[in-house]
């Protein structure tokens, strides 16, 4: 009886392991095998950007026209639809209830509608806005973002995240400021502090 429950225990545990296991897989492939598209996304609040080791961040094309007899609620699902540029870049062509062939095609969720002129836009929400940090870097990142407040952050001229899209598996594999990854952007950051103290202190 001792050893069904222990095999019934091991059995379960394999279960269990078998959904995020497979999840780190279909990622790593994504990662491999997908297609490259950049989105550009908005300089982040130094107050508010990190949440535990994610950097929390917004599209810059993150509204569209609501096509005429599409009834929408809040959190209704969506596809964003996108061109790529030759750089690129998605670019949000609009929306639709379904993808559209030959479209790079998102899931999104609504968050609220407003009127435009003569028509309806609605904002959007992805399930992909956030970058992981490493976990030693995160606190420097977020201490050095809360140190130089507001002003400096707005001098970021350009930042987008690249990201490796599957079918319908996405992967944010890298978060750029002005050209630099966010780690070599911070390290670069926390080293001209360093050596301003250095040099005040002399």
């Known amino acids: 009886m001792n050893n069904l429950k222990l095999k019934l225990f091991l059995c379960l545990a394999v279960i269990q392991l078998?959904?995020?296991?497979?999840?780190?897989?279909?990622?790593?492939?994504?990662?491999?095998?997908?297609?490259?598209?950049?989105?550009?996304?908005?300089p982040f609040d130094p107050y508010d950007a990190f949440r535990g080791r994610y950097l929390y961040f917004s599209l810059v094309e993150n509204e569209a026209a609501v096509p005429v007899g599409m009834d929408l609620k809040q959190s209704s699902?969506?596809?964003?639809?996108?061109?790529?540029?030759?750089?690129?870049?998605?670019?949000?062509?609009?929306?639709?209830?379904?993808?559209v062939n030959g479209k790079l095609s998102l899931r999104a969720k609504t968050s609220y509608s407003?009127?435009?002129?003569?028509?309806?836009?609605?904002?959007?929400?992805?399930d992909?806005?956030?970058?992981?940090?490493e976990e030693t870097l995160a606190p420097k990142a977020d201490a050095l973002f809360r140190k130089i407040g507001r002003h400096d952050v707005?001098?970021?001229?350009?930042?987008?995240?690249v990201t490796k899209i599957?079918?319908?598996?996405?992967?944010?594999?890298?978060?750029?400021?002005?050209?630099?990854?966010?780690?070599?952007?911070?390290?670069?950051?926390?080293?001209?502090?360093?050596?301003?103290?250095?040099?005040?202190?002399?």
Do not use: C
Request: hydrophobic letters at 40%; proline letters at 4%.
């Open 154 to 161: 707005n001098k970021v001229k350009h930042a987008w995240i």
């Open 114 to 126: 407003y009127k435009k002129g003569e028509g309806l836009h609605v904002r959007l929400n992805f």
């Open 18 to 42: 078998i959904p995020p296991a497979w999840l780190i897989i279909d990622n790593e492939i994504t990662v491999y095998k997908g297609q490259t598209v950049k989105f550009e996304v908005e």
């Open 128 to 133: 992909f806005q956030k970058y992981y940090l």
């Open 166 to 202: 599957r079918g319908n598996s996405l992967v944010v594999d890298d978060f750029m400021i002005d050209g630099m990854p966010i780690e070599v952007y911070v390290k670069q950051k926390l080293d001209e502090e360093t050596g301003n103290i250095k040099t005040a202190g002399k």
């Open 77 to 99: 699902a969506v596809y964003a639809i996108y061109d790529i540029s030759a750089d690129g870049f998605a670019r949000l062509a609009g929306i639709s209830d379904k993808p």
